[in-house]
């Protein structure tokens, strides 16, 4: 009996509600695969919707129009002679379920419910779906009336099933069902399937991938079988990143994987699989024995042939092993953010982008990353990616007989607008970064300054009360510092927005058209709240708002060798300074400073808070074993935090700071003072890129209250633990130091 069988699954840049875009991705994906002669095609979790439709998916018109498209994939001829897989929404017995629809030549073999829901992070699909606890139990459902006419058939069975074929069995896992403990392909294995399909909606967040390929090997490392994993890929519309990697396995052995950041609308990965080498795996006593336990497993079975006879000619082969794909975080952060902007770009029917340049390191990354966006949008259409070709075309008003731009910069200059607002406060070297920077990669870039306006409205406000507002350095009070600042950063906003409407119509864009701001507030100045309301940071969309500070200086020393640019090493020995204030000859304003704590420290307490789910007290009690323990050596300052590990889910936190308690609880509870009287600042962030587990973002990723109480009862339980600790270390009443916050 012949036993080769060529799979095929895909990653798919699906929009939510885009139903006739997606359609026609669904069947190119199905059209490639018959191409490359497989039986069966396998495609992303919810691909005829969009994974991302949220509030949408309680509409009822979105179960009828996803109907509608299956009902065009179903009886279109060149969806035939292939077994296909099919993600979509389902109207069950009135309740709403998440679902895989796999189908064969026009008939509906099973639909298949999802099992296990995702519900934490940025998942909510318990909101609308319901999950199948009926495991091994099917029913029967009544298809709508225009499928009936396309079909035959009047019902289908839906529910825990597995599709019996003539030479092998086909088990059906969903996304977070992978992830649970016992997860739908053991016991599918132990009833004897030996192909399991996986359709996916899973986002990007940096270093997660290495997880997601751990979990995916071990699905058949121990049950044995062939394992095909779909994954969306792209922006969706909102805030996350699908980031593909599609991919083929066998007994834990990947055979094909797909890119995980390309612009790529349809991209199907195929490979070649012996069932032998799948069958010869399970010959372990152990395993007959555990068999007995799912005989009565429910099969659909289907006529249908999934091996490729021998031609006795063409002797074809199982495809070889090959070694995972990873990309260093630097690299994620360079091509997820940009693969992102362009999606959210060509979709928006914008113009371009805009982005204030400080000089700085943060709107720094945010060019960069728009640089390397430029840098694919070139390798694409290089390629000879025809959709590329088509949008860039458009964004960059280039008529059809005109070249197009062919170097990242050529892009850059018809698409991307940078400025430098200015002010006295400002230094010449963040003014020339800004200008050099703006050069190098090719940016419109308007030098100006903006003290006009600022002492415009300083003169109002005094003409009205009389006085006249100082900063710090001057005398002034600390409201009075706070005021003059805010209004430069709150006039730059407003210069933002100014110059995203009319730069189009100075440049004399035909068809005119507007830009997308873009902004440039990491992922540790919102936990902290370091920012202004309504400033920069206030812009449509920021490629690095979940991205944290640490990362974004390795992102850019990356950059500075990977891209050729040699003006970042500036902005990488820059002090980070938000140059709202006066500089002196014994003063210059320092982010770390004002904040009260460092960017590595920021990271750790981030980690701790979010991911290791930790309040005050906690967070104390943890870093008493670290930052308390007697200092060890290290290269440099910013290896007091590290990556998180399932083992230390704040990091790997290097202990040796040798930190007294009373120090540990300075800092704890100086990092909870600022973070709870700024969390209102959330509610109103802009829409981020989501790259870190301790994201702040209050949308849907972390959900807190903005008005918070004092943390008085954890912060006595502190405070009785550093007195307990100093005076069993010898500490009196005169050596304790004074905590601002009291």
């Known amino acids: 009996m012949p036993h080769l069988i060529t799979l095929s699954t895909c990653n798919l840049n699906q929009w939510a509600l885009d139903f006739d875009g997606n359609q026609d991705r669904i069947i190119q994906s199905i059209i490639e695969s018959k191409q490359a002669n497989a039986s069966l095609r396998v495609g992303p979790e919810l691909e005829v919707t969009g994974y991302g439709c949220l509030d949408h998916f309680l509409e009822l018109d979105l179960y009828d129009h996803s109907w509608e498209v299956l009902g065009s994939v179903l009886k279109d001829e060149r969806c035939q002679d292939i077994l296909i897989d099919v993600g979509m929404p389902v109207l069950h017995n009135s309740s709403l379920f998440n679902c895989r629809v796999i189908f064969h030549n026009k008939k509906i073999l099973l639909i298949r419910p999802k099992m296990s829901l995702a519900n934490d992070g940025n998942f909510r699909e318990q909101r609308y779906f319901t999950a199948w606890e009926a495991i091994k139990k099917t029913e029967m459902h009544m298809l709508p009336p225009e499928i009936q006419q396309i079909t035959g058939q009047k019902l289908v069975t839906f529910g825990d099933a597995i599709i019996q074929a003539n ?35 899973s986002h990007h967040e940096l270093r997660k991938l290495n997880r997601r390929m751990d979990l995916i090997v071990e699905a058949t490392l121990k049950s044995g079988g062939a394992y095909l994993y779909a994954n969306s890929k792209g922006c969706d519309g909102d805030r996350l990143y699908y980031d593909g990697c599609a991919m083929v396995l066998v007994n834990g052995e990947i055979k094909a994987q797909g890119s995980q950041f390309s612009l790529r609308d349809v991209e199907i990965v195929t490979a070649t699989v012996d069932l032998d080498e799948v069958r010869s795996s399970r010959f372990a006593p152990s395993r007959r024995n555990q068999t007995k336990q799912h005989l009565d497993y429910p099969r659909v079975e289907v006529d249908l042939w999934l091996a490729r006879g021998d031609d006795g000619v063409s002797f074809a082969t199982p495809s070889p092993t090959i070694a995972p794909r990873y990309v260093l975080p630097e690299e994620e952060i360079a091509l997820g953010p940009a693969c992102w902007l362009w999606d959210y770009l060509r979709r928006s029917k914008a113009a371009g982008f805009f982005v204030p340049l400080s000089g700085g390191i943060d709107s720094c990354a945010t060019a960069v990353i728009v640089h390397s966006m430029c840098r694919e949008v070139v390798k694409a259409v290089n390629e000879g990616n025809d959709q590329v070709v088509t949008d860039l075309r458009r964004i960059a008003a280039a008529p059809a007989e005109s070249p197009l731009p062919s170097t990242p910069q050529q892009v850059a200059n018809r698409i991307f607008h940078t400025s430098f607002m200015g002010t006295t406060n400002s230094s010449s070297d963040t003014r020339s970064r800004a200008k050099q920077l703006a050069k190098d990669i090719g940016a419109y870039h308007v030098d ?82 370091y920012l202004t309301k309504y400033d920069c940071s206030s812009a449509d969309i920021n490629p690095i708002g979940g991205i944290s500070k640490t990362d974004l200086k390795r992102f850019i020393g ?56 930790l309040g005050p007290w906690g967070m104390y009690r943890s870093l008493l074993s670290t930052w308390g323990a007697p200092p060890e050596k290290r290269e440099t300052d910013e290896e007091i935090a590290s990556p998180p590990t399932s083992a230390h889910p704040g990091g790997n936190i290097i202990p040796g700071r040798g930190l007294s308690p009373r120090e540990i609880y300075e800092k704890v509870r100086r990092f909870f003072y600022y973070y709870s009287i700024n969390r209102h600042k959330m509610t109103v962030l802009t829409p981020s890129y989501h790259a870190e587990q301790y994201s702040p973002d209050d949308n849907r990723f972390d959900l807190r209250p903005f008005l918070y109480p004092g943390f008085s009862l954890p912060y006595r339980k502190m405070m009785s633990h550093v007195e307990a600790w100093e005076m069993a270390n010898g500490f009196g009443p005169d050596g304790k130091k004074v905590v601002k916050g009291d």
């Open 167 to 201: 030479d092998t069995v086909l088990g059906i896992e969903s996304c977070e069902e992978l992830f649970t403990p016992e997860a739908t392909h053991i016991r599918q294995s132990l009833a004897g399937a030996e192909i399991f399909s996986n359709s996916s909606g």
């Open 448 to 529: 100006m300054d903006i003290d006009a306006i600022t002492n415009a409205i300083t003169s109002v406000w005094t003409s009205l009360f009389g006085l006249t507002l100082n900063y710090k350095v001057h005398g002034g009070s600390q409201a009075e510092n706070i005021a003059l600042q805010n209004i430069q950063a709150r006039i730059r906003m407003v210069v933002a927005y100014l110059f995203a409407q009319t730069l189009p119509l100075v440049r004399q864009r035909p068809g005119g058209g507007g830009l997308l701001v873009l902004g440039s507030a990491n992922v540790d100045e919102s936990l902290r709240g």
């Open 558 to 613: 990356w950059a500075e060798v990977n891209f050729d640019l040699p003006i970042l090493h500036s902005f990488i020995d820059a002090i980070p300074t938000a140059e709202l204030e006066p500089i002196t000859e014994t003063y210059v304003q320092s982010d770390e400073a004002d904040m009260g704590m460092t960017y590595d420290e920021l990271s750790v307490f981030g980690r701790l808070r979010k991911v290791g789910k």
